[in-house]
C-alpha cells in the first residue's frame, strides 16, 4: 500500500507538470504568431513606395495617357486608327536581346563573317514596272524635227541582273559589294529610280530588266566583247613594224599626182556609189531608201588645174575640195556635190538647179546639227563651216515663216 500511494504521488506531479508545459507551449505559440504578423507588417512597409514616389508615378502616368490621346485623335484626325500590338513588339526586342547576349557569350575571335547584301529580285521586278509606267514607257511623246514633228517613244535603260552584280547599260559589271551597286538597287526596292541617273535622266527613264540571278557573271558576258583569240597570220606573236620604204624610181609633179588622184578617186568613188546602192536595194526589205545622184561640176577641174599651176609657181597649197551630201524636200534623193572651199551658197544652189531644175528660191539649205538655215549667197562653204564634208537638207520655203523656230540663219 505505500508502495501504491508513493507512486500515485508521483504520478499527481507529472500530470501537474504536463499541464505547465502545455500552458507554456500556447503562450511561446501565441507569441511566435505575434512576431510573424509584425514581420510581414515590416516587409509590406518596406516594400511599399514613399508618397513622393507615388505621386511622380501617377503623375507621369496621366501625361502618358494625355500624350496617348492626344496622339489617338491627330490621327483619326486623318482617319488612321493605331492597330500596333506592344505586347508583340515587346516580346520581339526581349528575343533580339537574348540573340544578341548569346552571340556576345560564345563569340570568339575569327569567326566573324561579314554579310552580304541582301536582293530582293522579286520586289525589284515588281518596283520596275511601276517606275516604268511613272516614266511613260510604251506612250509616244511628240519630238519635233527640222522638217516638222514625228511620235517617238522613250528607250528603256538596258538593267542585267546576275547573281554575284549587275550590269547597266554596256557600263562595266558592278558586283553587289560595291557600293555603288548597292545604292542603285536599294532605290529601286525603295521605290525610286537609281539616283545615279538623276542629272541625266531627270524625269526618269523606263527600266529594261533581264533576269539572270541564277547567272553567275563572267567577264566574257559583256556585249561586244570578242570570245576569241587573237592570232596573226604566219607569226606566233606581234613582230615589230618595220618602217616603209621608199618606192624606187622617179617621183611624179604635184600636177601629176593630182590629176592621177582625181581620176583614181573619182572612179573607186562611182564604184562604191554603184555598191552602195545596190546593197541598200538588195537589204531595204520594203524601207525606202534614198537615191543618189552624183551632181557634176563642170568647173571644178579647171579650178583644179588653175589651183595647181597657181601653186606650183608660188609654192602655196592645193586647192582643197569638200564633199556635200543632201537630201531632198522629199527624201528620195540625195545629191552628192564636190566642190571648192572658196566655193560659195550662191555657186551650190546653181548646181541643185542644173541637177533638178525649177527655181533655186523655192527651198532652203540646212544642217541637222546644228540646226542652221543658210540663206546668205555670198558666203563660202568655209564661212559656213562646212568642210570638209557635210549632210545638209532641202525644205520647201514657207512664204509665211512662223517665229520662234529655233533655227539659226547662216
Not at 403 to 408: S, V
Amino acid at each position: 500500500m505505500e508502495l501504491m500511494s508513493s507512486m500515485m504521488q508521483k504520478i499527481s506531479l507529472l500530470e501537474q507538470k504536463i499541464d505547465k508545459q502545455a500552458q507554456e507551449i500556447q503562450l511561446k505559440d501565441r507569441k511566435i504568431a505575434e512576431l510573424e504578423e509584425k514581420m510581414k507588417t515590416l516587409q509590406k512597409g518596406e516594400d511599399a513606395p514613399d508618397s513622393s514616389t507615388a505621386e511622380d508615378l501617377e503623375r507621369r502616368c496621366l501625361q502618358l495617357q494625355t500624350q496617348v490621346w492626344e496622339m489617338e485623335r491627330f490621327l483619326n484626325d486623318y482617319g488612321l486608327i493605331w492597330v500596333g500590338d506592344r505586347h508583340k513588339e515587346l516580346e520581339d526586342v526581349e528575343s533580339l536581346r537574348d540573340d544578341e547576349l548569346l552571340a556576345k557569350k560564345f563569340w570568339k575571335p575569327g569567326e566573324a563573317v561579314v554579310s552580304k547584301h541582301q536582293v530582293d529580285f522579286d520586289l525589284i521586278l515588281e518596283n520596275v514596272k511601276g517606275l516604268n509606267t511613272l516614266a511613260g514607257d510604251g506612250v509616244s511623246h511628240v519630238e519635233h524635227t527640222p522638217g516638222g514633228a514625228r511620235l517617238r517613244q522613250p528607250e528603256p535603260l538596258p538593267l542585267t541582273l546576275y547573281q554575284n552584280g549587275i550590269v547597266m547599260l554596256d557600263g562595266p559589271f558592278r558586283s553587289y559589294e560595291e557600293q555603288s551597286a548597292q545604292q542603285c538597287l536599294q532605290d529601286i526596292m525603295d521605290g525610286y529610280f537609281p539616283s545615279e541617273l538623276q542629272a541625266r535622266y531627270p524625269d526618269g527613264v523606263p527600266l529594261q530588266v533581264t533576269d539572270k540571278r541564277d547567272v553567275v557573271f563572267q567577264e566574257g558576258d559583256l556585249p561586244g566583247s570578242f570570245p576569241g583569240h587573237g592570232q596573226v597570220v604566219g607569226h606566233s606573236k606581234l613582230s615589230k613594224v618595220e618602217e616603209p620604204t621608199e618606192i624606187p624610181g622617179p617621183k611624179p609633179s604635184l600636177k601629176q599626182f593630182w590629176n592621177k588622184y582625181s581620176k583614181s578617186s573619182m572612179q573607186s568613188e562611182a564604184m562604191a556609189t554603184q555598191d552602195t546602192v545596190r546593197a541598200m536595194q538588195q537589204n531595204s526589205d520594203g524601207v525606202r531608201s534614198s537615191k543618189e545622184i552624183t551632181v557634176g561640176t563642170p568647173r571644178l577641174p579647171a579650178l583644179q588645174r588653175y589651183g595647181l599651176e597657181r601653186a606650183e609657181e608660188t609654192g602655196a597649197s592645193a586647192p582643197q575640195v569638200c564633199t556635200l551630201r543632201i537630201k531632198s524636200e522629199s527624201g528620195e534623193q540625195m545629191y552628192v556635190i564636190k566642190m571648192l572651199f572658196s566655193e560659195t551658197i550662191g555657186d551650190l544652189r546653181q548646181h541643185l538647179a542644173h541637177a533638178r531644175g525649177g527655181d533655186s528660191d523655192s527651198y532652203e539649205i540646212i544642217s541637222t546639227f546644228p540646226q542652221r538655215v543658210y540663206a546668205d549667197n555670198s558666203r563660202s562653204l568655209q564661212e559656213c563651216g562646212l568642210i570638209p564634208s557635210a549632210s545638209l537638207l532641202l525644205r520647201r520655203r514657207d512664204p509665211f515663216p512662223p517665229e520662234g523656230t529655233g533655227l539659226q540663219t547662216a
